[in-house]
């Protein structure tokens, strides 16, 4: 695997075109490897959803055992945490694979995934530390558009402007513009902090996948360090690629309308088997198509992060360990 660039045009920070097009000439030149690893991730993923379907089934058409419930909810459970896991194992492979590309140090698959699989239960600590702190951000929201809302409820006369239409005609037209306003700001607050944390932690994966020292925590703690000052630019970094990926994901749906088409004309639509063969076929389109836009995230987000650390700690960067892998 090689990056089709010239070396000398990575020594100095990248700007927003540079990021993009090198995450893409990364991507293509490396399609083939980064195509495998993205597929057996997607396969991992795909092991719990195969194995519930059958016990469904079962417990659908028998109606009995349901004892057992107590053992296979577990079970499954566990099952579902290795192998979100793995899955994060591989696709922070493709990242530490690309990142290698960028620094003149290629790694084979074999020693990528190595590498990531060992700190496999790391990411999944990574990924629930995120999602408990999105929790956080999103119920601290919640509670202050609650707030608000309230204060501009009793505002325009609380519960009485609901009892009585004579009052709801009569309403202050500026207390009208008053409440639409403080909704639109709420919604645009919802975006934009979420925006700005999901730009913080883009790159919480990268730490983990290159660093030696890094842990679950310290790998989020990295990502918010390297990206301090430079939230919004990495934002655009990001919306260029969304849009990029837009035509594929037109091409799902247009994919996806004909299959419900062609399905509708052999069963009623609002039968079962339509409804069951539709879901399976939307969400195997799904898988495929996971399996072509993930490594260009990764190698995307291997750039930015390779970029933001050009910026902040110079090209003085290691990516294999001075021990042997273990």
């Known amino acids: 695997m090689t990056f089709d660039s010239n070396p000398s045009d990575l020594t100095q920070p990248l700007s927003v075109g540079n990021v993009v097009n090198g995450g893409f000439r990364l991507y293509r030149s490396n399609l083939k490897p980064y195509l495998k690893v993205s597929a057996i991730g997607t396969l991992w993923a795909l092991i719990p959803v195969l194995v519930i379907i059958p016990v469904v089934l079962f417990y659908v058409t028998t ?23 793995q899955y994060m194992a591989n696709s922070a492979a493709i990242a530490r694979l690309a990142f290698g590309e960028l620094i003149n140090q290629p ?17 999944l600590g990574m990924g629930a530390l995120l999602s408990l702190l999105y929790f956080g951000v999103a119920l601290g929201m919640y509670l202050i558009a609650a707030i608000l809302i309230v204060i501009m409820f009793a505002s325009i006369g609380g519960a009485e402007f609901l009892r009585s239409p004579a009052s709801a005609a009569v309403i202050n037209p500026g207390l009208a513009i008053f409440a639409g306003l403080v909704i639109l700001a709420i919604i645009l607050m919802f975006i934009v902090v979420f925006t700005w944390f999901s730009v913080r932690f883009c790159v919480a994966e990268l730490p983990l996948s290159v660093e030696r020292e890094a842990t679950a925590t310290k790998t989020i703690g ?13 934002f655009i970094i990001l919306l260029v690629t969304f849009l990029v990926t837009l035509p594929i994901q037109f ?47 990764q190698t995307i987000k291997a750039v930015i992060y390779y970029d933001l650390r050009s910026r902040r700690e110079g090209l003085g960067l290691q990516l294999r360990d001075p021990e042997p892998l273990t």
């Open 107 to 123: 790694e084979t698959i074999k020693a990528a995934y190595r590498y990531t699989s060992a700190r496999k239960w790391s990411f």
């Open 63 to 85: 109606q009995r055992y349901y004892n057992l419930l107590g053992l296979i909810v577990p079970a499954w459970l566990l099952l579902v945490a290795y192998c979100s896991a």
């Open 222 to 234: 990295r990502s918010w360090e390297l990206t301090q000052k430079s939230v919004w630019r990495i």
């Open 251 to 297: 091409l799902v749906q247009v994919v996806a309308t004909m299959a419900q088409g062609a399905i509708a004309a052999f069963y009623p639509q609002e039968s079962s088997i339509f409804l069951a063969l539709t879901y399976a076929f939307t969400y195997l389109l799904g898988l495929a198509t996971g399996i072509i836009v993930m490594p260009l995230w």
